[in-house]
């Protein structure tokens, strides 16, 4: 009787809770803002897309992160949070960089600002790639995968093959939402053995007074979900990705990136330990700043984990209508500034030196020089 009466309440005063939630990251640009030109930088280097996205070439091989490029607005105000969204094909051609060398792409979870764009990409940007998401990431993009409708609709096909939900893979954290999966994670090679994925059980922050749209799972969808609900979150993961040299002698490691893909309270989205329990350092930490006041000790305990020799934040900048062609501007109602310093005082705390950028969209960072 409760689950229904919250239903009920949620079909009546959802719309009223999106119009609230719009007000609170209304962005206004009362000035005309300069042509922004993105810094560009040679291999080897990490390359910020926006929101949540990133991309990565190593060894011949590409690896993707949850391009966003569409970016819609509500009626195409800019700060305006949109209830319908559908993928704008023209920006994503216009700001995709090349990406047919990418092998793997990752998607945290199933959010629009992190899935809608995914179909088109794959069907006209990354033709080796395969996806590895959650289930409920499979399953919305199961609405894509019937190539004769999508093909009378004019939308992407997205071959089901290329689809694979990694949950069975998913390192699981007790205390994490639920902790019923594997308890060991897996390694997911590239096709061309030159990069190894693990998921990690992590959790999503809420975005405004405790509320999280779009949350739970979702079914095997048959129609493209058409407003943000319908892009439900699923399980959030967080992601540790290797990059490797292939020798005579094995395997070897050159850099070892963490990936949170939403603010997530401890120890949510940590990375395994090495076999005897110790920490694994990694060279890389990317971390999600939208909601990090929304969850606890982050990012204190994460950087006390992960020991980093690079921080990136990302999904830091309103991408309401945004465009990437101009200066981009914080996401209003979130404390960016604070966020970078907590990321500075806890590695200050920690001794740690680490290098913390905040990268525009379409910025390319420098990764450290390998050990």
């Not at 959650?134 to 409708?149: A, E």
């Not at 020798?247 to 050159?254: C, E, I, L, M, N």
Request: glycine share 8%.
């Amino acid at each position: 009787m409760m689950a229904k009466n919250l239903i009920m309440s949620w079909n009546r005063f959802g719309p009223l809770f999106t119009l609230a939630f719009a007000l609170n990251c209304l962005s206004f640009h009362l000035l005309a803002q300069p042509e922004y030109k993105p810094v560009s930088l040679p291999e080897p280097k990490i390359q910020y897309l926006g929101v949540g996205g990133w991309l990565l070439h190593w060894q011949g091989e590409g690896l993707l992160i949850a391009p966003s490029f569409s970016n819609p607005a509500l009626m195409n105000l800019e700060g305006w949070p949109p209830v319908r969204v559908a993928a704008n094909k023209e920006k994503i051609d216009k700001f995709m960089p090349p990406a047919d060398d990418v092998t793997m792409l990752l998607v945290g979870h199933g959010h629009y600002d992190h899935l809608l764009d995914v179909p088109w990409v794959m069907a006209t940007k990354t033709p080796h790639a395969v996806l590895y998401g959650s289930t409920t990431v499979k399953n919305i993009l199961h609405s894509f995968s019937d190539k004769q409708k999508m093909t009378a609709q004019g939308e992407p096909w997205v071959d089901p093959v290329r689809v694979i939900d990694a949950t069975p893979q998913m390192k699981s954290i007790p205390g994490c939402e639920d902790a019923t999966k594997q308890a060991e994670g897996k390694w997911i090679p590239s096709s061309g053995g030159h990069i190894r994925v693990m998921p990690i059980q992590s959790m999503h922050a809420s975005h405004v007074l405790g509320f999280t749209v779009a949350h739970g799972e979702s079914p095997e969808l048959n129609e493209i979900p058409t407003t943000v609900f319908g892009w439900k979150q699923g399980q959030s993961m967080a992601w540790l990705i290797e990059l490797l040299d292939i020798t005579p002698q094995g395997q070897k490691v050159v850099y070892r990136i963490h990936f949170q893909d939403s603010p997530a309270t401890p120890p949510c989205g940590f990375p395994p330990t090495t076999l005897d329990g110790e920490p694994t350092a990694m060279d890389v930490e990317i971390l999600g700043v939208g909601g990090w006041e929304n969850v606890r000790n982050y990012p204190d305990e994460l950087l006390r984990r992960t020991r980093p020799r690079l921080v990136l934040l990302g999904h830091w900048e309103n991408f309401f209508g945004n465009d990437l062609r101009r200066k981009p501007t914080p996401l209003m109602g979130q404390d960016i500034e604070n966020m970078r310093q907590a990321v500075v005082q806890a590695l200050k705390a920690d001794h740690n030196s680490a290098r913390v950028q905040m990268p525009a969209p379409l910025d390319d960072v420098a990764l450290p020089p390998s050990p």
